[in-house]
């Protein structure tokens, strides 16, 4: 016997969400299910205001609560340079080394021909734009490395060679800790050709 049609559709639900199998889906649906009346409300609510709060910051393109975002409102920002970015996440991730000082702009998807996504389909054209207006120094190129990333980084700096800025592509190869043993040969030729002065 299985669950009944709520529970099942609760389920369903959870499924629904990257990295949730039919395991952890129940698990979340009887947590659910043994919190109080209130926590559900409140977490509902929270998705829901989420959802009708958030908005694309109108200068970088980084989901904010408020327009524009707090990196492109912060004065202490260095704004002549801009990492370019896929996608949200990658801001974050940025951000947590405490290492980068300028602004962003995220694209919200690569160019993938296979896909069925061209330059017109991510926010190219808002870029150029930034970049035309704007006193931009350098554009850091923070696509991943993979085919769509690098395609749309080389797109990317064809577009921005006209305006003499300064193009810089993110260095991949080893990561901290890594063993050589192990590392695949596209990454260790990736960090041959990165390789720095020390």
Do not use: W
């Amino acid at each position: 016997m299985g669950f009944s049609a709520s529970i099942e559709k609760l389920i369903e639900e959870f499924e629904k969400l990257p990295s949730i199998g039919h395991k952890t889906a129940v698990r979340l649906a009887f947590y659910i299910l043994n919190s109080s009346e209130a926590d559900c409300e409140e977490f509902a609510n929270t998705i829901m205001n989420t959802r009708k709060n958030l908005k694309y910051c109108s200068i970088c393109n980084n989901i904010t609560d408020s327009d524009p975002c707090p990196i492109c409102s912060n004065t202490k920002r260095n704004k002549e340079v801009i990492c370019v970015v896929e996608d949200v996440r990658d801001i974050v991730q940025i951000e947590r080394t405490h290492e980068y000082n300028g602004v962003y702009h995220v694209l919200n998807g690569v160019i993938s021909p296979m896909n069925g996504i061209g330059p017109n389909d991510i926010k190219l054209k808002e870029l150029m734009t930034r970049i035309g207006n704007d006193d931009v120094k350098e554009v850091i190129l923070a696509t991943n490395p993979n085919v769509e990333g690098e395609a749309t980084a080389m797109y990317i700096s064809k577009l921005v060679k006209p305006f003499n800025i300064k193009t810089t592509r993110i260095a991949h190869g080893i990561p901290i800790g890594g063993d050589l043993e192990y590392t695949d040969e596209v990454t260790l030729a990736k960090a041959l050709e990165n390789r720095t002065e020390l």
